[in-house]
């Protein structure tokens, strides 16, 4: 790192360092909230077939959405690689 870029960084403040990090970590939160949410349809799709009935949120099984949410997660970021 040269010289300028410590002076850069030395020049962000705590406040200005925090709120980049709150802006991050909502960011995040958003995107695995609609992942969640994305999950939790495509479960209810999938049981609402096999069982012919919708089945209601809270009795899907968390493995089948947290394996979902993984998958979904995965394929973002291999196209965000692309």
Do not use: F, W
Request: charged share 35%.
């Amino acid at each position: 790192m040269c010289q300028r870029e410590i002076d850069q960084n030395a020049d962000v403040s705590a406040g200005d360092r925090r709120t980049a990090e709150m802006t991050l970590e909502r960011g995040i939160e958003h995107r695995l909230q609609r992942r969640i949410l994305r999950a939790n349809g495509m479960v209810s799709e999938k049981m609402l077939v096999q069982h012919r009935r919708e089945i209601p949120v809270d009795e899907i099984p968390e493995y089948a959405v947290t394996h979902l949410v993984v998958e979904l997660g995965e394929q973002e970021l291999r196209s965000g690689a692309d």
